[in-house]
């Protein structure tokens, strides 16, 4: 379908995405758009962009936004994407943790995957630390990944992958928690239950009130924040602080600063932070 969007209806998107998620559309993004547009229109049969828009304005229960915000989300994502951070999950800060937890976390360590995309992120932080963690006095872990696209969500949760993808993830570490898959499986792997146990998937929108009955350790928001505004970042890294605990973890994408954003972290190295 080749679709009209006039510089009104960009205008009623990106301010409408902007308010919804907090994704921030700049000029530079309206072929973006107006391809990600077009493919959400011909799936509910929308005749127009306007009709499209008018739909989505008489809304009051928040549910058709969804489709909407699931084709907008940039959702690139690999396991042990920038090793870096893995190295230093399983160096220092769970070896600190672990003695923390000896000393007062009551047995406990939990993750946040914030912007878990399909779940690789989620299972990489859980595959390194159960690597990293002495497996006679194993602290209670659990790590939660969230995301705005329900999407993503139910392949983090399928939890099977193409082996184009599994196979970058070392060999001695693909045999302790895949599952090669057989027959019309073949071509997949599936992350074995002693990972996806410990790991849980739900909707999170970062505008919207946060809701946790626990605090975290760490926390991982990488390659989100570039998506939003200065002012959307300051308000989501001071959050964070808020439902970090003790001298808790934050690590974001290599390629994001927190330069120009006021928050009450500590520099540790470049893209990870401590409260
Ligand atoms: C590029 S992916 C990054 C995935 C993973 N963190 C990584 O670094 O590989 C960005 C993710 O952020 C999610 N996202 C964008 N806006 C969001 C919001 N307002 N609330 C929650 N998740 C959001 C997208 O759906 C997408 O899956």
């Given at each position: ?140 872990l659990r790590i939660l990944g969230t995301d705005i696209s329900t999407r993503m969500l139910q ?29 019309r499986w073949k071509g997949f792997y599936r992350v074995k239950p002693l990972v996806r146990d410990i ?77």
């Open positions: 379908m080749q679709l009209d969007l006039t510089d009104r209806d960009f205008r009623n998107f990106s301010t409408l995405i902007y308010e919804k998620s907090g994704i921030n559309l700049h000029h530079g993004k309206r072929e973006l758009l107006k391809a990600r547009l077009a493919k959400v229109l011909r799936q509910f049969d929308f005749k127009s962009v306007g009709d499209y828009y008018d739909f989505l304005m008489q809304d009051t229960s928040g549910d058709a936004f969804i489709p909407l915000l699931d084709v907008i989300s940039t959702n690139l994502t690999a396991f042990l994407r920038e090793p870096k951070h893995f190295e230093f999950l399983a160096e220092t800060a769970v070896p600190e943790l672990c003695a923390a937890a000896g000393t007062g976390n009551a047995g406990r360590i939990r993750v946040w995957c914030a912007g878990c995309s399909s779940g690789e992120e989620a299972y990489s932080i859980a595959m390194t630390m159960l690597e990293a963690l002495p497996e006679n006095r194993r602290p209670d392949l983090a949760e399928k939890g099977v992958y193409e082996a184009s993808r599994v196979d970058k993830v070392p060999y001695a570490m693909r045999r302790q928690y895949f599952q090669k898959g057989v027959n790991v849980q998937f739900r909707r999170l929108n970062f505008i919207e009130p946060f809701a946790f009955s626990r605090p975290f350790d760490i926390v991982f928001c990488r390659n989100v924040m570039i998506y939003f505004d200065k002012e959307t970042q300051e308000k989501l890294v001071n959050r964070f602080h808020e439902v970090i605990q003790g001298a808790g973890y934050l690590f974001i994408g290599h390629s994001e600063s927190l330069t120009g954003v006021r928050h009450r972290f500590r520099y540790v190295r470049p893209s990870v932070y401590r409260k």
